[in-house]
């Protein structure tokens, strides 16, 4: 497993766990979509995992290694990038100076070549290099998020919500695009309300309640899992 949480526990001030002993895995290559009533503890729990929310209790390995107490500027250097929902771009920034930004922990020589595969790959961030990222559309806004957290090479990656505000066109696209990025190799966390259209594209999900997992299934087949109204829609099966 690429990426293995074991137990963990976190929250944002002392004794206030919101993250309480939750455990996931990932492989290489595949799309994990969390998912979970409001409140459940999703966005901290990746939190977390990118160093965050304090952890005080439990264990994120990544490829092997115990990165449970990297700091969260570091994380990308161990090979984990974590996209959040909002404030994920500059927006008084152009497209290009946010890549480069992103990619300043890479070799000079290396940036450029980067930042022109950046540009092969998001075919509309290329048409858009030289705009202020805050002119972006929202759909364009979450490439460019997606771009920056990808161009130092990460190994795991991690999105919040990336479908919030979007409109189902522009949520087909972002999620198009991950399936993009997934087909060469690398992981995917993904926390996500749209329930329906992470299943689409994911390999597995679990659902989180309580800030622990209570359910794992296969992405295809979990939609229809009658454990999914119960935990997720909140609604109880008839006895």
Do not use: C
Not at 68 to 88: D, K
């Amino acid at each position: 497993m690429i990426l293995q949480v074991k137990g963990l526990i976190a929250g944002y001030e002392p004794g206030l766990s919101i993250v309480k002993g939750a455990s996931i895995h990932a492989a290489e290559g595949e799309i994990v979509v969390i998912l979970g009533p409001n409140g459940a503890g999703k966005s901290s729990l990746i939190k977390a995992i990118a160093g965050l929310v304090p952890v005080t209790g439990g264990q994120v390995l990544l490829d092997g290694r115990d990165i449970t107490a990297v700091p969260a500027h570091l994380m990308v250097r161990q090979g984990l990038a974590f996209v959040p929902q909002t404030e994920n771009i500059f927006p008084l920034m152009t497209v290009e100076e946010n890549l480069r930004v992103s990619g300043g922990i890479l070799p000079r020589s290396g940036v450029s070549p980067r930042i022109a595969e950046m540009y092969e790959a998001f075919p509309d961030l290329a048409r858009q290099r030289a705009l202020m990222a805050g002119s972006l559309s929202g759909g364009q806004r979450q490439m460019l998020a997606v771009a920056r957290a990808l161009i130092v090479r990460p190994r795991v990656l991690m999105l919040d919500e990336p479908s919030a505000g979007l409109s189902p066109k522009l949520v087909a696209q972002v999620f198009a695009q991950l399936q993009e990025i997934r087909s060469r190799g690398l992981t995917i966390v993904l926390v996500e309300q749209n329930a329906r259209a992470a299943l689409a594209i994911g390999d597995r999900a679990y659902v989180l309640v309580e800030g622990r997992e209570a359910h794992e299934g296969k992405a295809k087949t979990l939609w229809d899992d009658p454990i999914i109204a119960e935990l997720y829609l909140g609604h109880r099966r008839a006895s």
